[in-house]
T-cell receptor, first 111, second 114 residues
Framework: DTGVSQDPRHKITKRGQNVTFRCDPI?????LYWYRQTLGQGPEFLTY????????KSRLLSDRFSAERPKGSFSTLEIQRTEQGDSAMYLC?????????FGEGSRLTVL | AQSVTQLGSHVSVSEGALVLLRCNYS??????LFWYVQYPNQGLQLLLK??????LVKGINGFEAEFKKSETSFHLTKPSAHMSDAAEYFC????????????FGKGTTLSVSS
């Protein structure tokens, strides 16, 4: 399968713990996007990379959220000191420039 | 800034009936417009997109959408609904070539009854 891969698919954690999600994009795509989706809402843009450069991060929800793409390949999204309001689906998408290709998402539940 | 409004969070049709999902956009620059579909427990999949040129865009699974600049609309239609069309549909606006992210609407859930 050469699509966008996200890991883990499901994560249950306790409030206050840190969590990290990984995204492996389609190999030839240089752009990578993170979105958050809550129940009944559309995907909400968080941040975006072109190769290893993070070009937009002002939409990250708070300073507890950070993302990296160290070698321009896979990316990680970390949430520190999780809160119950962080419970959501975290979506990764990659793009060659014309459209987004989404992974199946990582569902976070914060207890 | 760009934004999208999807009218109707839930649309119900009978199998074989016309499907019409509404999307209005706001954009200060010529918009690139997209419709994505999301089936349960799956990622979003592109149905169709409008960039420039022909305003009536055909997509997968028999769906099409028409860009109407005067109405700032990009409604999604399908002449005859099938049970397998039941899903959540998202309209989005953005210019990925220029480096902006896609901005999505809140989505419309389509139910199809037999």
């Amino acid at each position: 399968d050469t699509g966008v891969s996200q890991d883990p698919r499901h994560k249950i954690t306790k409030r206050g713990q840190n969590v990290t999600f990984r995204c492996d994009p389609i190999s030839e795509h240089n752009r990578l996007y993170w979105y958050r989706q809550t129940l009944g809402q559309g995907p909400e843009f968080l941040t975006y990379f072109q190769n290893e450069a993070q070009l937009e991060k002002s939409r990250l929800l708070s300073d507890r959220f950070s993302a990296e793409r160290p070698k321009g390949s896979f990316s990680t999204l970390e949430i520190q000191r999780t809160e119950q309001g962080d419970s959501a689906m975290y979506l990764c998408a990659s793009s060659p420039g014309g459209e987004l290709f989404f992974g199946e998402g990582s569902r976070l539940t914060v207890l | 800034a760009q934004s999208v409004t999807q009218l109707g969070s839930h649309v119900s049709v009978s199998e074989g009936a016309l499907v019409l999902l509404r999307c209005n956009y706001s954009s200060s620059v010529p918009p690139y417009l997209f419709w994505y579909v999301q089936y349960p427990n799956q990622g979003l999949q592109l149905l169709l997109k409008y960039t420039t040129g022909t305003t009536l865009v055909k997509g997968i699974n028999g769906f099409e959408a028409e860009f109407k600049k005067s109405e700032t609309s990009f409604h999604l239609t399908k002449p005859s609904a099938h049970m397998s069309d039941a899903a959540e549909y998202f309209c989005a606006v953005g210019d990925l070539q220029a480096g902006t992210a896609l901005i999505f609407g809140k989505g419309t859930t389509l139910s199809v009854s037999s």
